[in-house]
């Protein structure tokens, strides 16, 4: 994973940072400020924040990652005999080591279609708990970003009555607003969730997320938002990406949607890549199959990822 001779697609934070973003620091390097976030330039990212969610009534921090977005935005939000529903490829349930649950919360997991909750899932994990006693309270369901108002819509609605929170995990929310296809923007999500964040660290910034929680009496954490211009890079490249796998024949796991790619392929195909490649096998999909994860990020070489596509098209060509 750490070979420095395969080109990457494990993920969109192998860089450092944009260099607009490098730049900035550098020229404000020696400027003397206030800690704990109430100096100039965090009160500016507030004001942007604001501005971007129609919301000059939000409280905003900010958080240095996102574990620590969802571990502060579920532990503060509900009580400890009250839990959270999540498909089973959610983030919180596999990738956090924990988090959530050494705050006594537990995760009602469901399978997830194309790992997505639906509101049939939602439902179902509800109602299996409320039916006995003693049974951890469902209080929040927990969703990552998509690119469909009414997705979110539903949702809220399934939400609200059955009187539980909604939590959208924003990591790539960048990379969902500059999608092709998006219908939703930031004041949309404001309105139908109860808490959502927004990613910095996945879309080329140097590390933090911005969490933001709709009623300022609950408390918030929120961190910088970037330019979505950072995303359109990965999103046209994941996109171009997934097109060509698809008309060479192969399927995608799950809507190619943002920057990441989910395509099944053969596993002698997958050690070909390997050799000049990073990437991740996401599961077993049947015998001699896999699905593999290509991630785009801001700084995504066009030409690796053209190779890629080269390399799997003179695979199927030597069949």
Known sequence: ??????????????????????????????????????EEYSEDARKANRDLISAPEATIHFTPGGTAANLISIATHLRPHESVIAAASAHIVGKEGGAIEATGHQMLIEAGEGGKLTLEMIRTAFNRSAAFAYQPEPKMVFVSNTTEIGTYANIAAVCKELDMLFLLDGARLGAALAFDVNDFTLADIYDLTDMFWIGGTKNGALLGEAVIIKAP???????????????????????????????????????????????????????????????????????????????????????EARRLCGIVEGWMKRR
């Open 217 to 303: 009496q609950r408390g918030v954490l929120l961190a910088k938002s970037r330019v979505l211009g950072l995303a359109r890079h990965a999103n046209r490249v994941a996109g171009e990406m997934a097109e060509r796998l698809v008309g060479l024949g192969f399927e995608l796991w799950a809507r190619a949607e943002a920057n990441q790619v989910f395509v099944i392929l053969p596993v002698a195909l997958v050690e070909v890549l390997q050799r000049g490649f990073g990437f991740f096998v996401w599961e077993r999909e049947r015998e001699g199959w896999v699905v593999v994860r290509l991630v785009a990020s801001w700084a995504t070489d066009e030409a």
């Open 1 to 38: 994973m750490n070979d420095t001779s395969k080109y990457s697609f494990h993920d969109d934070y192998s860089e450092g940072a944009h260099p607009n973003i490098i730049d900035a620091l550098a020229q404000t390097n020696l400027s003397q400020q206030s800690g704990y976030g109430h």
